[in-house]
């Protein structure tokens, strides 16, 4: 069975960061696509990054292109969503996904429980 565990959210101001990680098994972690989706309260969920696991090339969305990065530490069996420039607009349950690929969320197969991320001043 897939576990992916999410962790670093948080609130913050405007302006600033957070740092998003999501843990799974090496199996799961070496062998699949990894994304980032959100869903903000009565939205749908969106999606928001995805790395590639062949040669690691990434896919952001417009609304978090350049204040956004996803990366991998293989060592940990990890990967991370960076979250700079923060905008209120950015407040939202954030889903870690594998086994997928696309920006449609049912294209991918398994996901974390979600971390809260508010960005209030």
């Known amino acids: 069975q897939v576990q992916l565990v999410e962790s670093g959210g948080g609130l913050v101001q405007p302006g600033g960061s957070l740092r998003l990680s999501c843990t799974t098994s090496v199996r799961t972690f070496i062998s699949n696509n990894m994304g980032w989706f959100r869903q903000a309260p009565g939205k749908e969920r969106e999606f928001v990054a995805a790395?590639?696991?062949?040669?690691?090339?990434?896919d952001y969305a417009d609304s978090v292109k350049g204040r956004f990065t996803i990366s991998r530490d293989m060592t940990k069996n990890t990967m991370y969503l960076e979250m700079n420039r923060l905008k209120l607009e950015d407040t939202a349950v954030y889903y870690c996904?594998?086994?997928?690929?696309?920006?449609?969320?049912?294209?991918?197969?398994?996901w974390g429980q979600g971390t809260q991320v508010t960005v209030s001043s």
């Open positions: 996904a594998a086994a997928g690929w696309g920006r449609i969320s049912n294209a991918w197969n398994y």
């Open positions: 790395l590639n696991w062949v040669g690691g090339a990434a």
